[in-house]
């Protein structure tokens, strides 16, 4: 079955670089979260989005944006990297179930992203 | 404000022994999901099972089972004659979905580090 595909799945920058990091959802679904787990650290929630639309937003940086394009890929953006933006980035997706939303959420392998 | 604490930093159990993982949830929602996920070293997140609020159930699933208490907040995993590939971190985690967006972010554990001892 088709899963969560993001890529790379590894990244290495430079400090005050700029990374995009790209999420495909499992086909049919709309709605997309981001996180970041820190070493050692559990997920945290950045941003969501459904039907292409900002759904949700977490502790997400002002130096960091997202984007969900019409084919529903999101993408993140990071700019002005710090090393402590070195982590592991989820994406995952699920489907929207009209009044009874199915909220099992599938996640993708995770780009490692590394800042140096 | 939702909340999920994983009391156990890290456990270690010989192989075959049975291990249960505790997971305790704070929600204002009377509708909400819990999730058990794990993450091997190699770092994925493989869900492994998710329970609405209003199914207090107990499930079993292989050398899996759950046990969902509503009137102690709790989501317990316990894993019976563990083996070594069950080693991983595993996350318990709660989300309060809004019915008319399907914006169902999730709040995670802490994490408990699950080491199969051969």
């Known amino acids: 079955a088709a899963g969560v595909i993001q890529s790379p799945r590894h990244l290495i920058k430079e400090k005050r670089e700029t990374a995009t990091l790209k999420c495909y959802p499992i086909?049919?679904?709309?709605?997309v979260y981001w996180y970041q787990q820190g070493p050692g650290q559990d997920p945290q929630f950045l941003i969501s989005?459904?039907?292409?639309?900002?759904?949700d937003k977490g502790s997400i940086p002002d130096r960091f944006s997202a984007q969900q394009f019409s084919d529903y890929h999101s993408e993140l953006n990071m700019s002005s990297l710090e090393l402590g933006d070195s982590a592991l980035y989820f994406c995952?997706?699920?489907?929207?179930?009209?009044?009874?939303?199915?909220?099992?959420?599938?996640f993708g392998q995770g780009t490692r992203l590394t800042v140096v | 404000a939702q909340k999920v604490t994983q009391a156990q930093t890290e456990i270690s159990v010989v192989e075959k022994e049975d291990v249960t993982l505790d997971c305790v949830y704070e929600?204002?929602?009377?509708?909400?999901?819990l999730f058990w996920y794990k993450q091997p070293p190699s770092g994925e997140l493989v869900f492994l099972i998710r329970?609405?609020?209003?199914?207090?159930q107990n499930e079993i699933s292989g050398r899996y089972s759950w046990n969902f208490q509503k009137s102690t907040s709790s989501f317990n995993f316990t894993i019976t004659a563990s083996q070594v590939v069950d080693s991983a971190v595993y996350f318990c985690?709660?989300?309060?979905?809004?019915?008319?967006?399907?914006?169902?972010?999730?709040?995670f554990g802490t994490g408990t580090r699950l080491t199969i001892i051969p």
């Open positions: 329970r609405n609020s209003f199914d207090e």
């Open positions: 995952a997706s699920s489907p929207y179930g009209g009044e009874l939303p199915n909220t099992e959420a599938f």
């Open positions: 985690a709660l989300s309060e979905p809004e019915v008319f967006f399907g914006n169902e972010k999730l709040t």
């Open positions: 989005f459904y039907e292409k639309m900002q759904s």
């Open positions: 086909p049919r679904h709309d709605t």
């Open positions: 929600t204002r929602d009377t509708t909400y999901y």
